[in-house]
C-alpha cells in the first residue's frame, strides 16, 4: 500500500486553516493531504466528524531534573513524555540545567543520557545558563546553538540559578548575535528573600505564605527589568509563566513601544489561585499541592490572563510540569510535614492537562477560538524554538503529529481525575474539573501512542530535535540602537 497511515474525514484546524481531508502519511511526515485520497493504506482511521489539531508542542516542562534539596522530580522522560501523549502532546522542550562552576556541555550530555532510551515522543533542550562566565557566552553557547540548542532560560531569582542584571545582558547579547532565543523566569530575588525573612520571623511558615513571599509587585519589576535589558541590547525575549495583571500591563507596555516582547502563560494561571494554598485544617501541607513560582494570584487576575489570550498578548501557553509527590519523603514533604513554606519545592504536574483544559475551559467555552488554541499550544512554540514546520501544523511534510478530539456534550463532562492521567506524579492540582474534551487518538511522527485510552509506544522511541535558529544572527553593532 501507499501509505502507512491515512486518516479519513477529518474536521482540520491549523492556526490559520479549517477543512475536512484525508490525511496521507509514509514514514513518519505527512506527504498528502487531499479530499478523498484516492490511495490504500496498511492502516485506516476513520475521523469522520471529529476535530483534528497538529500534535501540542508543550514549550517549557521539566523532566527528571536533579534537585539540591534532596527532593526528586516525580517524572523522567518515559512517565512524562507518556503523560504528554496522552494529553495531546507530541513534542516536548524540557531543560538542560548548567550548575554553577560547571559547563554548559556537561549538563547537555547528562539529559541526552536522561532522555534516551525513554522518551516516547519527540523533544529538544532548551539550556537552563546557570553560571554565565565569558567561556560560556563567548565560547560554548555559540557552540551549542550550531549544533541545535537554540533556546536558553535564564532565572533572575533562586539562589543557585540567578543571573544579575550584568550577566542577564550577556546572554542577551550571545542570543542577538547568534540567533538564538531567551527565555526569562522574572520575579526579584532580593524581594523574596526579604520578605520570606519577615514572614518565617513572624511565625507565619503555612504553605499559603509562598503567595504572599512572591506578591505582584515582584514579578512587575522585574519583567520591566527583563524588558529594559532585552531594549538595551536590542534582542527578543520571551517572558515565562506571566502570572497576572501587572506583568500582562508591562508587556503590553512594551508592544505599545515595537519591542519583541513574547510571553508565556500556563494553565495554573488560569484555574488554580492562592486560596488553593490555604489551610486544609485536616492537613496543613494541603496547600503545597498548588506551591509553585510565580505563584496562582485571584480571579481577577485570572481574567487579565484570558483576556491576555484572546487578545494576541500572549504568544505562548506551556504547561510548565515541574511535578513533585505529595505522599513519600522526596516531593512536596521533603524538609517534613510541617516545613515552612520556603523548603516546600516548587512545582506541579500539568503537562497532560494542558491541552484539554484549554479546549475545554477556553475553546468550547468560547474564550478562544480554536485557531488561536493551536496558535498558542502547537504553532507559536514550534516556531520560536526552531522547530516549525517540521512541529506545529498539519501540512504536507510536516512530521505526522495530530490529535483527534473527543468531545463530549454539555451535562456529559467528564470529572478529571488523577487516576486518568498517565504521569507519576500522585495528585493533580486539578482535580474534580469538568472536562468538554480528552484526545481521542495522538499520533506521533505516524505512530498511534494514544487510543480509545490505550497508551502504545516503545520507551526511547521518541526522538532528539536539534532546533533550527529562531531568526537570523545580528552581528551589528547594538551601540547602533544608543548612538
Ligand atoms: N517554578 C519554576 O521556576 N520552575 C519550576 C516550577 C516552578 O514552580
Ligand atoms: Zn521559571
Ligand atoms: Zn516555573
Ligand atoms: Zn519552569
Known amino acids: 500500500s501507499t501509505y502507512d497511515l491515512i486518516l479519513r474525514n477529518a474536521d482540520i484546524a491549523t492556526a490559520g486553516d479549517r477543512y475536512t481531508a484525508d490525511i496521507g502519511v509514509r514514514d513518519g511526515r505527512i506527504c498528502a493531504i487531499a479530499q478523498g485520497l484516492d490511495a490504500s493504506a496498511a492502516r485506516e482511521i476513520d475521523a469522520r466528524g471529529r476535530l483534528v489539531t497538529p500534535g501540542g508542542v508543550d514549550g517549557h516542562c521539566h523532566f527528571d ?252 501557553v506551556s504547561s510548565d510540569h515541574a511535578p513533585f509527590n505529595m505522599n513519600g519523603s522526596d516531593g512536596k514533604r521533603v524538609a517534613g510535614d510541617d516545613a515552612s513554606f520556603d523548603r516546600i519545592p516548587n512545582g506541579i504536574p500539568g503537562v497532560e492537562t494542558r491541552l484539554p483544559l484549554l479546549m475545554s475551559e477556553g475553546v468550547l467555552k468560547g474564550r478562544i477560538d480554536i485557531h488561536r488554541f493551536v496558535e498558542l499550544t502547537a504553532t507559536n512554540p514550534a516556531r520560536l524554538y526552531g522547530l516549525y514546520p517540521r512541529k506545529g501544523t498539519i501540512a504536507v511534510g510536516s512530521d505526522a503529529d495530530f490529535v483527534v478530539w473527543d468531545v463530549f456534550p454539555q451535562g456529559q463532562e467528564k470529572l478529571l481525575s488523577n487516576d486518568m492521567l498517565h504521569h507519576d506524579a500522585d495528585y493533580t492540582p486539578y482535580e474534580g474539573m469538568r472536562l468538554r474534551a480528552w484526545p481521542g487518538l495522538t499520533v506521533s511522527r505516524g505512530r498511534v501512542v494514544w487510543q480509545d485510552g490505550v497508551f502504545q509506544a516503545e520507551p526511547g522511541s521518541g526522538q532528539f530535535l536539534p532546533c533550527l535558529r529562531p531568526r537570523a544572527p545580528n552581528d551589528g553593532n547594538p551601540l547602533d540602537k544608543w548612538l
Open 65 to 316: 531534573q536533579p534537585t539540591s534539596d534532596g527532593s526528586r522530580f516525580a517524572d523522567d522522560f518515559l512517565s512524562g513524555t507518556r503523560s504528554a501523549a496522552c494529553g495531546g502532546t507530541t513534542t516536548v522542550l524540557p531543560f538542560a540545567a548548567q550548575q554553577k562552576g560547571r559547563s554548559v556541555q556537561e549538563a547537555v550530555d547528562d539529559y541526552h543520557r536522561r532522555a534516551e532510551g525513554k522518551a516516547v515522543i519527540d523533544y529538544a533542550f532548551h539550556l537552563i545558563v546557570a553560571d554565565a562566565t565569558r567561556d560560556v557566552t563567548q565560547r560554548e553557547l555559540p557552540a551549542l546553538i550550531e549544533k541545535g540548542y537554540t533556546s536558553f532560560k535564564i532565572y533572575m531569582t533562586y539562589d543557585d540559578l540567578k543571573l544579575d542584571d550584568r550577566q542577564i545582558i550577556e546572554v542577551l547579547a550571545t542570543a542577538r548575535r547568534h540567533g538564538a532565543m531567551t527565555m526569562i523566569h522574572a520575579e526579584n530575588s532580593d524581594c523574596i528573600a526579604w520578605l520570606t525573612e519577615q514572614l518565617l520571623d513572624a511565625g507565619l511558615t503555612a504553605p499559603r505564605y509562598h503567595s504572599s513571599s512572591r506578591p505582584m509587585a515582584v514579578e512587575r519589576e522585574a519583567t520591566h527589568r527583563a524588558i529594559a535589558l532585552a531594549e538595551l541590547v536590542d534582542t527578543p525575549i520571551l517572558i515565562v509563566h506571566v502570572s497576572g495583571r501587572e506583568a500582562v500591563e508591562q508587556i503590553h507596555w512594551a508592544r505599545g513601544r515595537g519591542l519583541p516582547i513574547h510571553a508565556e502563560t500556563c494553565p495554573q494561571y488560569l484555574f488554580l489561585s492562592a486560596e488553593d494554598l490555604g489551610i486544609d485544617p485536616d492537613d496543613p501541607m494541603h496547600g503545597a499541592r498548588c506551591i509553585c513560582s510565580p505563584p496562582p494570584r485571584d480571579k481577577a487576575n485570572q481574567q487579565f490572563i484570558w483576556n491576555g489570550l484572546s487578545s494576541g498578548l500572549f504568544t505562548i
